[in-house]
């Protein structure tokens, strides 16, 4: 019964950031038997974990991508939000977020995920 829609600009210029939002309904982000993550997909490139944020409000992060990435949640709203500063061209990819059992998620054969946004870097 969940669903997760990611929602936010699908055109970023080079060095800004890059702002999505994850709506989330059928489900709270405040259940703390689920992590939930943001995942993306460059073209032609295998699924990267970016991060998550636990039902009690715990964040991880990639360490590739901590030092860009935030992550933070707006319970009343039952939404979750990624911020990735400076992005580059490299960027450019698909973005879900996913609902799992699991922190760091493997595919979409587990989880609930969303349809996917994709998000161009490009001036």
């Known amino acids: 019964q969940v669903q997760l829609q990611e929602s936010g600009p699908g055109l970023v210029n080079p060095s800004e950031t890059l702002s999505l939002t994850c709506i989330v309904s059928g489900g709270s982000i405040s259940d703390d038997y689920y992590y939930w993550s943001w995942i993306r997909q460059p073209p032609g490139k295998d699924l990267e974990w970016m991060g998550a944020?636990?039902?009690?409000?715990?964040?991880y992060y990639s360490p590739s991508l901590k030092s860009r990435t935030s992550i933070s949640r707006d319970t009343s709203k039952n939404q979750f939000t990624l911020h990735l500063r400076s992005v580059t061209p490299e960027d450019t990819a698909v973005y879900y977020c996913v609902r799992d059992q699991n922190m760091v998620v493997s595919g979409k054969n587990s989880g609930s995920w969303g349809q996917g946004t994709q998000v161009t870097v490009s001036a």
């Open positions: 944020i636990t039902g009690s409000g715990s964040i």
